[in-house]
């Protein structure tokens, strides 16, 4: 078996997710099992470059997982010919010169999302990636989970018949920092270090969304800074100046509606973090990031509204579990099944879907839905297909 090494750049590996998603549990177990198979059998296996602002931080982290290569200095690192792809965990508002630079010497793209804080940096970086002949790839995490990919493979199956709408519930309470630590970084919450929750998730809408269901068409959305103040990770009081919640409705070309409720402020009651519920004219699934449960139209109960007396029916108990169905392994972690995906894509010479145009449709969405709640209408999308 011919062995093929591949040095990436990590910028961003002592963050929390270039250190927890990104370095653990995606590149160094793909080192561990012995890089990705590709078509001809090869095995792709993976040297990494940690770049970061801390030289101890980089250091404790090298040391910890046996890596020898590390530097503060990002220049040095892409100007060295023996990284071929640059990685990129920094925060939104450091992303876009970085990405820059890694075009300018020739290196391949993966980035986090967004891609950029506005819509015409974010195609900026798609026509000079396209421009330099760079592969680029975005992380679109989520369509590499199990309960999406059991979601997908009924969409594709027909299982829906005609898909009318589908809701989506996504969020969880965030201690606010005065009393139990918050579960997020701070500048989350700051919107000029590039915070709120319509620049995280709506990008993460838009390629579920477009990808499952449809081109979004437009966008109505609503936004709220709910929780006005919190305290830092020094535990020192700041204004929260991001959103924290938003309600966005999308209506989807062939006339699909989505609502999404995304909100760092609500407490959960549902089976995981996120969860879409499909409804179609021959079945509905209720899906989650791991779970997905179904009830075909032949299945489905007939209830009778009255308010007057208690309803005992059990309406839970009329959905189906969806079996994984996934081989003998079972399904691997979203990140590390996006890495090994690029990584082929790359190698093999094959075009990535998931580029940085397609980061750069998230970016508008978001941009798109913080302008409908300014003004209070309903956006329009035109298609975006080229940069």
């Given at each position: 078996m011919t062995e093929r090494r591949i040095g990436i750049i990590v910028n961003g590996a002592s963050g929390r997710m270039g250190y927890r998603q990104h370095l653990v549990r995606s590149l160094l177990a793909i080192r561990e099992q012995g890089g990705v198979e590709l078509a001809d059998g090869t095995r792709l296996v993976p040297d990494l470059l940690l770049v970061g602002r801390n030289e101890e931080k980089l250091h404790t982290i090298a040391e910890r997982h046996g890596l020898t290569e590390w530097t503060t200095d990002l220049d040095a690192a892409l100007a060295d010919d023996r990284f071929e792809i640059y990685f990129d965990a920094l925060v939104t508002n450091l992303r876009v010169a970085n990405i820059r630079?890694?075009?300018a010497a020739g290196k391949a793209i993966f980035t986090e999302k967004p891609t950029a804080e506005s819509l015409d940096d974010a195609l900026a970086l798609a026509r000079e990636a396209k421009a330099a002949g760079v592969v680029s790839g975005v992380v679109h995490d989520k369509l590499y989970l199990p309960g999406l990919l059991k979601l997908r493979r009924l969409v594709e199956e027909g299982f829906f018949g005609r898909i009318l709408s589908v809701r989506g519930e996504f969020g969880y309470w965030v201690?606010?920092?005065?009393?139990q630590s918050p579960q997020r970084p701070s500048w989350n919450y700051r919107a000029e270090d590039g915070g709120g929750i319509v620049a995280d998730m709506f990008p993460h809408w838009n390629y579920v969304i477009e990808n499952l269901f449809g081109r979004i068409e437009d966008?109505?959305?609503?936004?709220?800074?709910h929780i006005p103040e919190r305290w830092d990770e020094k535990g020192e009081r700041y204004e929260a100046t991001a959103d924290d919640s938003a309600y966005g409705v999308f209506r989807l070309e062939g006339g699909t509606v989505v609502q999404m409720n995304s909100s760092w402020d609500v407490r959960v009651d549902r089976d995981e973090l996120v969860q879409f519920q499909v409804d179609g004219t021959l079945g509905s699934a209720v899906v989650g990031l791991w779970g997905a449960k179904i009830q075909p139209r032949a299945a489905t109960p007939r209830p009778t509204w009255n308010p007057d007396v208690p309803d005992a029916?059990?309406?839970?108990?009329?959905?189906h579990e969806i079996p994984d169905n996934a081989g003998p392994d079972g399904f691997d972690n979203g990140f590390k099944a996006q890495w090994e995906d690029f990584l082929a894509h790359w190698a093999e010479?094959?075009?990535?879907?998931?580029?940085?145009?397609?980061g750069a449709r998230g970016v508008r969405l978001a941009e798109a839905g913080l302008e409908s709640s300014a003004q209070g209408r309903r956006i329009a999308l035109e298609p975006l297909t080229e940069a």
């Open positions: 630079k890694a075009i201690f606010e920092g005065d009393g966008v109505y959305a609503q936004v709220a800074t029916h059990d309406y839970r108990a009329d959905w010479g094959r075009d990535y879907p998931y580029d940085l145009l397609a």
